[in-house]
């Protein structure tokens, strides 16, 4: 059973940072997709970062480019979110969330977050002085 579990959250100043870890475990592949999704109260859901980690292709949304970085642990089963230079607009619960097949992980990503195979419970991010 695939499983995902999200931890460093918490509540940062404007213009600080913050790292998201999300460790996984259960998948018999060590070829799929992974990401980072978050949701703002009151908004939809929103792909922010993904990367494949067959060859380490990763994806960002275009707000969060040059402010954050994916990154994963493949030994660790661990995949890294960086995030500097934090904004308001920044806040939101963040989702770690697994594709089995990283073929499509750029379109899930991007453009549909529904079709991610797995998913964490979430941890949230709140910038705000």
């Known amino acids: 059973q695939v499983q995902l579990v999200e931890s460093g959250g918490g509540l940062v100043q404007p213009g600080g940072s913050l790292r998201l870890t999300c460790a996984v475990s259960?998948?018999?592949?060590?070829?799929?997709?992974i990401g980072w999704f978050r949701q703002a109260p009151g908004k939809e859901r929103e792909g922010v970062s993904c990367i494949s980690t067959s060859d380490g292709t990763t994806y960002y949304k275009d707000s969060v480019k040059g402010r954050f970085t994916i990154s994963r642990d493949n030994a660790k089963n661990t995949v890294y979110l960086q995030m500097n230079s934090l904004r308001a607009e920044d806040t939101a619960v963040y989702y770690c969330?697994?594709?089995?097949?990283?073929?499509?992980?750029?379109?899930?990503?991007?453009?549909?977050?529904?079709?991610?195979?797995?998913w964490g419970e979430g941890t949230r991010v709140t910038v705000s002085s």
């Open positions: 969330a697994a594709l089995k097949d990283p073929e499509f992980l750029q379109h899930r990503c991007m453009f549909w977050s529904n079709g991610m195979d797995y």
């Open positions: 259960g998948f018999i592949s060590v070829y799929y997709g």
